[in-house]
């Protein structure tokens, strides 16, 4: 550790610390564009300045490593007035776009010109203009005239994703960020650039013109695109809509970053997307009465000691607390023994990364964990074939699908919903809408998708993580383990009736 002092307080912090981070842990605000703690030292923006004990000139924070005896001022007139002075540079050609910028609300220019600005322009000079509206390929927009070079995504570029495709062209203020020969971004990291971007230069597609930031609220979880289990935010508005997702950093599992196929994963969690009411045939009904049905014909098959007519379907989408309260009913409780998955074992056998980065051949994010939790239940798994097959001989005639967001199910489903006839009971528990189409006779109960749930994930590492969101996106969907218990109940209650004959 390293004693250092800032603005005449003692502090302790671990030695090799940058000092903009070091400052930022105690609360101290250096203000800075092109340092990001998981790039290179640029030392290019001149926002950081601080004084040091002894030294006559200004340092830039962000080349100081923290060692015993550091002494720094970062609030002193002289600081103050290079840190002002520094921003109207990077204000001087800068276009004042701000009411159709995407980056308002969170521009690292608005935010620094309210605390460090507030100065008099002294420009006369009509402003540099550059080219706007630059087509990066089939993620990123860049507006060259709103770009402060600060090289974030130069070096992103260099030494992370390792496409090398941005550069800084041509000198003085005709200094422009561009990508070689205009060419688009390539690779699985395209995103990036625009989270690292402090102002509105690059942004995303698939968000701009969406949202005002400020409108957006923030939760915790971690990415269901693969087994990797990068960490995010999801930004939602009034947990009614998802509008993205950002990389929440990590330092073991994601770093500061995420790919673009996980990114985008939200989708599926939206609206038009989303079973929002249980259905039987594809007309709505009330919710308990669905949960009343599905108990009344799983109690002919229980009561009739027929469980080996019951087939279930589960996928690592689920967390290990999903799991465990699908199991605890299913097997501890109606003694069901018929389980059917893809080859999940073959999927975290052959698990590897796609691009020597995050993301991870393995598209699911809790194979290792529903792996685990399957063999504390001891259940064994058939094949999709085995239960195609079972479903055509009429071996099993109460069938119970756990399908989750997204398309691969549905894919994978497809021959296994062609072999039921009409004289199969079958529940589908899903936020999906289209697993309650593929299924179109299907008794259909909506649930939670990934982002709204809470429990635990195991990744490819045997990492459990836990997602924990906070908002509910469909009155009537519900989360797994409420739907075990409302069926428990159902179940209970409808046994009761039996035997008293009410
Ligand atoms: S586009 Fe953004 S990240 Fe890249 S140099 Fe310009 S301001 Fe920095
Ligand atoms: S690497 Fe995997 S977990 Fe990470 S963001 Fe991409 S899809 Fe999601
Ligand atoms: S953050 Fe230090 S020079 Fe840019």
């Not at 102002?199 to 990797?228: H, I, M, P, Y």
């Not at 990114?263 to 038009?272: A, F, G």
Request: charged residues 25%.
């Amino acid at each position: 550790m390293a004693k250092i002092t800032i603005n005449g307080k003692e502090l302790t912090v671990a030695d090799g610390t940058n000092l903009v981070d070091a400052a930022e842990e105690h609360g101290i605000d250096i203000p800075h564009y092109c340092y990001h703690p998981g790039l290179s030292i640029a030392g290019q923006c001149r926002m950081c300045y601080v004084e040091q004990e002894g030294n006559p000139k200004l340092q830039v924070a962000c080349n100081m490593k923290c060692s015993d005896g550091l002494k720094v001022t970062t609030d002193s007139a002289r600081v103050k007035d290079a840190v002002k002075w520094s921003l109207e540079f990077h204000l001087v050609n800068h276009p004042i776009d701000c009411p159709i910028c995407d980056q308002a609300g969170e521009c690292g220019l608005q935010d620094y010109y309210m605390k460090h600005g507030q100065y008099q322009s002294e420009m006369h000079e009509d402003k540099v203009h550059k080219e706007k509206v630059v087509d990066l390929g089939d993620n990123v927009v860049l507006d060259k005239e709103r770009c402060i070079l600060c090289s974030r995504c130069v070096r992103f570029t260099a030494e992370v994703s390792k496409t090398n495709e941005f550069g800084i062209f041509n000198r003085g203020d005709r200094s422009v960020i561009g990508t070689v020969d205009d060419k688009p971004l390539t690779g699985n990291y395209t995103v990036n650039t625009v989270d690292i971007c402090p102002v509105g230069a690059l942004t995303s597609k698939d968000f701009r013109f969406e949202q005002r930031v400020w409108f957006l609220d923030s939760a915790e979880s971690v990415c269901n695109g693969c087994s990797k289990g990068c960490n995010v935010f999801i930004h939602h508005k009034k947990g009614r809509h998802i509008y993205r997702l950002k990389p929440r950093f990590n330092e073991t599992v994601n770093s500061y970053w995420m790919c673009d196929k996980g990114r985008y994963t939200y989708k599926d969690s939206n609206y038009d997307r989303r079973l929002t009411h249980a259905k039987l045939l594809g007309v709505d009904l009330p919710h308990d009465e669905a949960i009343s049905m599905w108990a009344a014909d799983l109690n002919v098959f229980t009561s009739t000691e027929r469980m080996d007519e019951i087939g279930v379907y589960l996928t690592p989408n689920q967390t290990n607390e999903e799991l465990s309260a699908l199991l605890e009913l299913f097997v501890n409780k109606f003694k069901i023994t018929k389980f059917f998955a893809e080859d999940v074992e073959g999927l975290v056998k052959a698990d590897s990364a796609v691009d020597n980065f995050l993301l991870r051949s393995d598209p699911y994010p809790n194979s290792k964990g529903f792996l685990e939790t399957l063999k504390k239940f001891g259940v064994k798994l058939g094949s999709l074939s085995d239960m195609a097959q079972s479903i055509e001989k009429q071996r099993l005639m109460h069938l119970i699908f756990v399908v989750p967001e997204g398309q691969r199910q549905i894919t994978q489903l497809t021959g296994v919903a062609e072999a039921i006839r009409p004289d199969h009971f079958v529940v589908v528990l899903t936020p999906n809408r289209f697993a309650q189409e593929l299924f179109a006779s299907s008794l259909s109960i909506p649930t939670l998708s990934h982002f709204e749930k809470t429990g635990t994930v195991v990744n490819h590492g045997g990492l459990a993580q836990k997602i924990s969101s906070n908002f509910k996106m469909f009155k009537e969907a519900f989360s797994i383990e409420s739907v075990m218990k409302q069926l428990a109940d159902a179940q209970s209650s409808g046994r009761k009736k039996e035997r008293t004959g009410s």
